[in-house]
Nanobody, 120 residues
Framework: QVQLVESGGGLVQAGGSLRLSCAAS????????MGWFRQASGKEREFVAA????????LYADSVKGRFTISRGNAKNTVYLQMTSLKPEDTAVYHC?????????????WGQGTQVTVSS
């Protein structure tokens, strides 16, 4: 079983940046892919970005392409989401998950999430 804990959320002004972290338990972190999803209040969970086990392949939602960067540090069992040029519509709870793809059904374990609020 994999346990995931997100951190790094907060309140930021539009145009600002934040870096989210997701710490994973287990010694096999470097063998599985990871992704980030977000869920705004009253909306469905939506895909943000994903990265394969080596970091060599990444996938992004069109809404964040060019602004967000997903990366991983296998030595630290951590996956990151660097968010720049933030917009109010990026406000959501951000969850990391184990898996790869743009559908929530591609993922097996989920973290509790971290709140990101972007003020205009």
């Amino acid at each position: 079983q994999v346990q995931l804990v997100e951190s790094g959320g907060g309140l930021v002004q539009a145009g600002g940046s934040l870096r989210l972290s997701c710490a994973a338990s287990g010694r096999t972190f470097n063998t599985y892919a990871m992704g980030w999803f977000r869920q705004a209040s009253g909306k469905e969970r939506e895909f943000v970005a994903a990265i394969n086990w080596s970091g060599g392949n990444t996938l992004y939602a069109d809404s964040v392409k060019g602004r967000f960067t997903i990366s991983r540090g296998n030595a630290k069992n951590t996956v990151y989401l660097q968010m720049t040029s933030l917009k109010p519509e990026d406000t959501a709870v951000y969850h990391c998950a184990q898996g790869y793809g743009s559908s929530w059904s591609d993922y097996h374990y989920w973290g509790q999430g971290t709140q990101v609020t972007v003020s205009s």
